[in-house]
Each structure stands twice: as C-alpha cells, then as structure tokens.
C-alpha cells in the first residue's frame, strides 16, 4: 500500500493540513460542525472555537480554499487547539476509520480499484466532492485526488492511537515549513477539559 501524499509533497501551512484532515473525517464519518464545536466545548477550547462562524472562519484561512474569506492567520494556539480536536475526533470514529483502511488493504490485495469498494467508494466519492466545492481550482487530478483521501484514511487512523495528538502535531510540523526553534515537548501533557483551559504558546511569532 503506497502513502505518496501527491499534494502534501510539498510543504503547506499547518492551517491547510488540518482543514484538509477534517475534509477527510467529514467525508468518512459525516462530522459536521456540532461535533466539532461540542467536543472542543467538552476539552476546554471554547475561547478557540466559540461557535459555528468562528469554526468556518478559522478553516477558510486554508490557503487551499475557495475566496478565502476567512481569517489570514491561524495562530499556533488556535492551531494546537484544532488538531487536539482533530485527534480525539478520529479516536472516537476509530473502528469506522480501521474498517475503512482494512477494506482499502483488501482492494489492493485483489488487485481491485478502491471505487469498486461500496464504503471506499462512498467515502472517496464525498472526499472528491466535498473537495471540489471548497477548493479553488484543484491541481491535482481525479487520481491523485483519490489517493489523497486514502493517504488521510491511513494518517486518521495512526491519529487514532492513544499517541495520536503527539503524531499528528509532530505531522503537521514535519509537512510544513520548519520553525525557527524546534519544538520540545509538543502536546504532553494533553490539557484536561476545563471550561478555561488555557494553551501554552509553543511558537509566539509563527504563523500556522
């Protein structure tokens, strides 16, 4: 099973990893924005995810996006906050996302196309949707499009294991420019849901 990433060959903002890693759960698992904004209100972010404007306009920062009308910078805070959501998201639709790739290692087995899968094919049928109505102007290719949202299938469920935030954030920093001090330490301990939970500022001057 190949895990090319054609898009994420080259670096892109921590903004877009995530936005396209929450495509890719909404896809798959039907996540729309009330999950996302109850489980950040459950883990103490509700200061980096009030509601449903603040949500779309922290992932239309994206620099993938269609207009782009939302926010220019997603601070590192907002940012951590973000993909802490993002893994506790994947382990709670975990057996959803490893039935999704047991499947994807059966169709490579048989030498089969993931399409002729039914939950492949719904899956990537939405990705690719959902996709071409957001972004502006896609570069890649039906093909390379599917292979993105099997890569992402594959990146969700190592998000999914009790070291998933760890993974995910050293991801996020590894597919994207690197910062001006490496990090130490990123994201243990994970904070605790607390109404005010407040997040260490990793990088005050980076722009995520």
């Given amino acids: 099973m190949t895990h090319s990433y054609p898009m994420l060959a080259t670096s892109l903002p921590i903004k877009a990893q995530i936005d396209l890693i929450l495509l890719s759960l909404e896809a798959l698992a039907h996540i729309g924005s009330g999950e996302v904004l109850a489980l950040a209100g459950a883990m103490g972010f509700e200061a980096y995810l009030p509601d449903r404007v603040g949500?779309?306009?922290?992932?239309q920062s994206s620099p993938l996006r269609r207009g782009r009308s939302g926010r220019r910078k997603?601070?590192?805070d907002e940012a951590r906050a973000l993909a802490l959501v993002c893994s506790r998201l994947a382990q709670r639709h975990q057996q959803t996302i490893r039935t999704a790739v047991e499947?994807?290692?059966?169709?490579?087995?048989?030498q089969h196309p993931p399409y002729h899968d039914p939950l492949l094919g719904d899956y990537l049928?939405?990705?690719?949707s959902l996709y071409a109505?957001?972004?502006?102007?896609p570069s890649l290719n039906g093909e390379e499009l599917a292979q993105l949202g099997l890569d992402l299938l594959v990146d969700l469920l190592f998000y999914s294991t009790p070291q998933g935030s760890r993974r995910l954030w050293m991801a996020l920093l590894e597919r994207t420019a690197p910062p001006e001090e490496p990090p130490l330490e990123l994201l243990e301990p994970e904070p605790t849901p607390q109404p005010t939970a407040d997040l260490p500022t990793l990088f005050p001057h980076s722009d995520a």
Avoid: C
């Fill in 55 to 59: 949500l779309w306009r922290l992932r």
């Fill in 74 to 76: 997603l601070d590192i």
């Fill in 103 to 110: 499947h994807w290692q059966q169709q490579v087995e048989q």
């Fill in 125 to 128: 049928d939405r990705f690719t």
């Fill in 133 to 137: 109505e957001r972004m502006a102007s």
